[in-house]
Structure formats: structure tokens, C-alpha cells
């Protein structure tokens, strides 16, 4: 059943992407899905829209909005799931890693949200996929700063584009059978799990729902937030 609203998901392509494009489209949004390097899987039937850009480039952006998106039609919630994960120590790094990472985990995204501005409707709902890495740190440094990046351009924005759009995040821990947790031996597996209070990981259906009920107008006094999902274990 459609209910006449759209939803851009950039990074339909991710390990959680799919999840949360079904979501959309089950609950009558219409969907423009994006991909980089990956061709999107589009398993579903009707309701989504496909489209490729790369989130390093301005030519590609720009041509993504001006004609993908111009295409497509104004836009009422906006999913930002991209991102890269080299999982490298400081050492391991080399400078062009770095520009990629922080590029494509924070300023791309970042340049893609400055010209969808004129193509969201009034009171749309922004969301960012952040990440436990982003307040917590992590074994990945360049990781963690690109998602604290993420974090703090949130809360900036809650009011530079009140009352227009609200922008929030949602920053889990592992999710289970996330592309993270499948590379992952069961002893590591294990360990998160155990380091957990409640005892279990978030897994993708359940961040899926947890990303629509956000964008729902029940939550529009909800702005300039990192919604912290991790059972515990980073308070």
C-alpha cells in the first residue's frame, strides 16, 4: 500500500542495505536506492528506483541530484548506510586510505546532504549510520574519527536546519550477520556478545525497524541525536 512518500537510501549496496530498502518499500515509500562499486541485488518487486554514485566524486553527485534525484522527486526521509571499514591500525594506513575512508564515511556524505537540501520536503527526517567507533574509539582509528566526524556534524546541524529537517544517527555495536560480524571468527563473535549486558547482538531486521520508526513524524521533536544501540555496552 503506498502512502505517497519518498525515502533516498545512499549505500542500498551495504551489508545492512537491503534490509532496510525492503523495510521502505513494505511500508509504502517509494525508494531511490544508490550503490557505488557494488550492483544493488533488487529482490523486491515495485516501489524502488536504482541508481549509482560515488559518494568521492563531485561530478557524480552532482549528476546524481540533478537528474537522479530532479527525476525522482522530493524526498522525505534520507538514509545514509554507506561506508568503508579497512579495519587497520594507524601503521597499516597510508594517506590515500585515509582521504578514502574520511571521504567516503563523512565528507561525501556530507557534500550529498549540502545539495539534497533544495529536493527534501519540509520536515523530513535525516539519518545517519554511525557506529559504537565514533564515541568509544576503536582498534581502527581513522574509522573512529570518520563516524566522530559523523557524530559531531549531526548535532551542528540540529540546528542549522531546524525547523525544515531534523538529522539524527543511529550508532550501533556489532550487528549480527553484518558483512563485520560474518569475517569475524566465533571466538570474537563470542566475545562481543559477552560484553554485552543483555547478552545478544542487534541484528539487521531489527536496525531496519528501528530506522523507519525514527523517520515516523511521532519522532519529529527527536533532532541533533546519536541513538546509542548496544545493549549496554558503551553507555
Given at each position: ?71 525522482f ?17 594507524i ?10 575512508v ?24 535525516v539519518?545517519f ?99 546509542h ?7
Amino acid at each position: 500500500m503506498k502512502n505517497n512518500k519518498n525515502a533516498l537510501i545512499i549505500g542500498a549496496s551495504s551489508s545492512i542495505g537491503p534490509t532496510v530498502t525492503a523495510k521502505f518499500v513494505a511500508k509504502g515509500f517509494c525508494v531511490l536506492a544508490t550503490f557505488s562499486q557494488q550492483s544493488f541485488d533488487n529482490n523486491i518487486d515495485s516501489g524502488i528506483v536504482t541508481a549509482s554514485v560515488d559518494l568521492l566524486s563531485e561530478d557524480s553527485l552532482d549528476y546524481f541530484v540533478n537528474n537522479e534525484v530532479k527525476s525522482f522527486g522530493k524526498i522525505d526521509v534520507v538514509i545514509f548506510l554507506a561506508g568503508i571499514l579497512p579495519g587497520l591500525s594507524i601503521d597499516d594506513y597510508d594517506d590515500a586510505l585515509m582521504k578514502e575512508v574520511m571521504g567516503i564515511n563523512f565528507i561525501g556524505q556530507a557534500s550529498l546532504l549540502r545539495r539534497l537540501r533544495p529536493s527534501l520536503t519540509y520536515g523530513a527526517s535525516v539519518l545517519f549510520m554511525s557506529s559504537i567507533s565514533g564515541s568509544r574509539g576503536s582498534f581502527d582509528p581513522i574509522y573512529a574519527a570518520s563516524k566522530a566526524a559523523q557524530n559531531a556534524f549531526v548535532k551542528s546541524l540540529a540546528t542549522w536546519l531546524s525547523p525544515n529537517i531534523r538529522v539524527n544517527a543511529l550508532a550501533p555495536g556489532l550487528i549480527q550477520d553484518s558483512t563485520m560480524f560474518n569475517e569475524m571468527s566465533a571466538e570474537r563473535r563470542e566475545r562481543h556478545k559477552s560484553l554485552t549486558p543483555t547478552n545478544r547482538l542487534t541484528n539487521k531486521k531489527e536496525i531496519a525497524d528501528i530506522l523507519y520508526n525514527l523517520s515516523d513524524p511521532l519522532w519529529s521533536n527527536l533532532n541533533g541525536q546519536v541513538i546509542h544501540i548496544n545493549g549496554g555496552s558503551y553507555v
